[in-house]
Structures are given as C-alpha cells and as structure tokens.
C-alpha cells in the first residue's frame, strides 16, 4: 500500500521544485498572454461501471467530456491533457500505483484526448493522492501559466494515501492551482473527504454532471468582476487611492495588484480576478489592512468590503526655517515598531487611531496618543528654530551638546570632532555645551557653556 505523510510529501515536492524551477510563475497583468492548461484526472476504478440515471458513469463521464472537450478546441492559450487512474490492473490485484499519463499536454491534441477517453475500460482501485502526486510531473516547465487539475471521480481514496496533504503541498509549492472535484453519486461522507482536496461540486445525475463541468470550465478559463469598498467610520465606500495585492493563499503568490479607484460614477471601480484562487488581500495603507479567505464565484461581482478610515498627518514649523527635509516617526500608540518615516511638512494618510510621534528636529520631540481622525488632518505646531554657530579653537576636541530641562541634563548631539565648526539648527530653549580638548589628561580640563537659543536668531559660541 502506498503511504505519504505530509511531511515527506512536501520534502518530495521541494525536490521536484528545483527541476521545475520555470513552472508556475507570478502572472498577473503580465502583458503577454497567459496560457491556461488543464489536465483531465479521470477515475476508472471498477465502480465507474455503476449506474447514473440511464447509463454507467463511465459511459455518462465519457459523453460529457468529448462534448466538453469539444467546446474547448477552440479556446486560445489552452492546452489540455489526460490522467487515468484504476484502468490497467483487476480489481483482486489492488494496485495502488496504477496511474498513468495517456495524454499529454500539446496544442492541438483535443481529438486524442477524446479517442483515449472513449477507449477507457474501467478495472481496479481507486488512488486518488498517489495520481494527484504523480501529475505534478505532466505539467511542462514553463512560465506565465495556470496549471488546473479537474478530477472527476465517483470514490473515496482506497490506497491509504493522503489527497488532502498531495493537494495542499502542491498548491503550496506553486506547482497547480487549486483543484476541482466533481464527485459523481457522491453521498455526505464523500463531500467532506473532498473539502481540503478542492473545490468540490456533487453530480449525482446526468444534467448534473453536466452542469458541473460547464461551472468548472468557465471558472478554469474565465476571470470575473469584483470590486473593492474601502469603508470609513460610517461604511460608507469613500477611501480610495491605495494599492491592494491579492495573493493565493496557498502559494504566498503575488497574482494581482490593482490601485483602488473610485470611477465617474462615484462607485469604487470594477475589477478583474481569477475565480481559481482563494485570495488573501492586503490594502496597502499605514498601517496596512489584510483580509484573508476571499473566495469570488464565477460570473457573479463579487464586493469585498474592508474597513479603511483615514485621515491625515503633518507637521508645521511657525515661521521662516533652514530645515532640510525634516522628518518624523510614526509609530502605533504604546509600539516600538516604525509604520513609517515621514517628510514632516507634507501630509501623509494613516488609517484613523492613536499614534506616537517622533520629529528628528534637535532635539527630537515626541508626541504620544497624537488622534488620526476621519476625513481631517492632525497637525503638530512647532515654533521656529533658532540657529546655533559653533567655532572650535581646540587642535583635537570631544564636545557634547545638552539641553537643560530644569536641573536635568538631556543629550542632543555630539559635535564631530573631525570639523572646526557647526552649524546647527535647534529648537529654543536652554542649552549647554560641554568639551574637553583630546590632549587634556584631567577630569578638570573639562568646560562647559551656557547658551539660549531664540525662535529665528542665530548664537554664537567658541570653544577653546
């Protein structure tokens, strides 16, 4: 019996990787055309023979898959193939490797496909992970494709394999995207065996079957419309501007990335995503929102809706300043994590919430549970700065410079010693200056200068 843990399935598939290195690549609005290809994993264990409605479903899966295949012969970018299992061993032989590629993916190879399907006599077992592992190899090492796996099979795994772990680790790896299961005369114990493999759909009937496969196709072969609401403090979808990644959110994959736009209409505008995967979305605000689990249904708009209030942050220096690009960092309230370091003379959006402020003026200021609220900007007053001239007499020097905070001495910079003059640019207040000239070899060779600065007046101060 053939017995895969999830843990050697997955060092399997690393392997495999690394000769598919070209395989499935990041897609999304790639200007060159994606090719789609499919690969048929068709179930020809003895109990195909059984009935559904007037026929086998061996004869009904063969009816509806030459008519379908059929509808895709004409399709552009499309390439498809074909997997049997349980169709080459007796049923008392229990051959749990009986799987086999009876058609591989080329253009033009439709008619082929449907010659083996009509020619299929089912016999043996059903194994369905060993199969799903093994067409990780039918798919040929190139990019900018979507590799589908449609398995159509009326029972459960008979070969003690796991097609939940076969599954996930070949999404996870990039290798397919999420496969489809259409489970023919399947019951309730059925359908949940296939929820972890796929998206499963029940065709317990012809038209069903029938109906199943169309679903199926039109989501393997065609995007759908959704749209993206941005909700403010009253839900209301007004945010717009931001990019968004939609990633798959088995792979990790980059798919699409859209900037949000609100159109003529005033309505957030439509967008197109792939029904194959299921997404995870991250709105690229600061801090960003991420929504997980977005599932789009095939030829339905979709509307996600995230909650995205913001509103804007500056700062503002009072009058005339020699500040070259002064910044600021923004940080959650209560969080030493940087979200952002901002030029802080623009204004910059963030969603609403508390936040510390740190402004890198000399000395820096910081400004805690500073309010982001909807739709306004916060705004940081600053007086202006005032200038201080430093000229060092000293050959060699070590020089400090300290603001005095009532009888507290707080540091502010260190003057480097490789200049003989400073230029800086600092807030008012009171200030001190203490140095020691480098030839010094006593404690009591250091001084110390006491100086003010004013709002927009320069002070001068000589060392020596």
């Not at 929820?195 to 196709?217: H, M, P, S, W």
């Not at 509103?311 to 300043?321: A, C, D, I």
């Amino acid at each position: 019996m053939l017995r895969l843990k999830k843990k050697s399935i997955i060092k399997y598939l690393t392997l495999l990787m690394a000769v598919m290195a070209f395989g499935c690549h990041v897609f999304a609005q790639k200007s060159r055309p994606i090719k789609t290809r499919i690969l048929f994993l068709l179930d020809a264990s003895g109990s195909m023979y059984a009935r559904l409605d007037n026929d086998s479903r061996i004869n009904v899966a063969k009816r509806l898959l030459s008519k379908t295949i059929d509808s895709l012969s004409t399709q552009k970018n499309l390439e498809i193939a074909l997997r049997v299992y349980g169709h080459t061993s007796p049923p008392n032989m229990r051959n749990c490797k009986d799987t086999r590629l009876e058609v591989p993916f080329r253009e033009g190879n439709f008619e082929d496909v449907k010659k083996k399907i009509n020619s299929i006599s089912p016999k043996g077992t059903t194994l369905i992970a060993h199969s799903l592992l093994q067409s990780a190899y039918d798919f040929p090492k190139e990019p900018y494709t979507r590799n589908v796996i449609i398995l159509i099979t009326d029972g459960i795994e008979e070969c003690s394999g796991d097609p939940c772990a076969v599954s996930e680790a070949l999404q996870s790896q990039g290798i397919i995207l999420k496969p489809f299961i259409i489970g023919i005369g399947s019951t309730e114990e059925f359908r949940r065996a296939f929820d972890c493999v796929g998206r499963y759909y029940d065709a317990n009937t012809e038209q069903g079957f029938d109906d199943a496969l169309k679903i199926v196709v039109s989501q393997a072969l065609n995007n759908t419309t959704a749209q993206v609401n941005l909700l403010d403090i009253y839900s209301k979808p007004t945010e717009t501007n931001v990019n968004m990644s939609f990633y798959d959110m088995k792979s990790g994959q980059l798919i699409y990335n859209y900037m949000h736009t609100i159109n003529e209409r005033g309505n957030p505008d439509t967008i197109l995503l792939d029904p194959v995967y299921n997404y995870k979305m991250v709105v690229h605000t600061i801090p960003p929102v991420v929504k997980e689990h977005i599932d789009v249904s095939p030829g339905k708009h979709t509307i996600i809706g995230v909650d995205a209030p913001q509103g804007q942050f500056t700062v503002r220096v009072e009058g005339l300043t020699n500040y070259n690009n002064l910044q600021c960092i923004i940080r959650k309230r209560g969080s030493f994590q940087t979200l952002h370091v901002q030029e802080a003379v623009i204004k910059e959006k963030y969603l609403v919430g508390k936040y510390d402020i740190e402004v890198l003026c000399l000395p820096r200021m910081t400004f805690k549970d500073v309010s982001i609220n909807q739709d306004t900007t916060t705004t940081i007053q600053l007086p202006q700065p005032g200038k201080l001239i430093v000229n060092c007499q000293l050959q060699d020097y070590y020089a400090d410079v300290y603001q005095m905070v009532r009888n507290d001495l707080m540091w502010i910079c260190k003057l480097p010693v490789e200049r003989r003059s400073h230029i800086l640019i600092i807030q008012p207040g009171d200030y001190k200056i203490i140095f020691r000239a480098k030839g010094g070899t006593r404690s009591s060779h250091t001084f110390e200068r006491l100086f003010k600065i004013t709002s927009g007046q320069a002070t001068n101060i000589v060392l020596n």
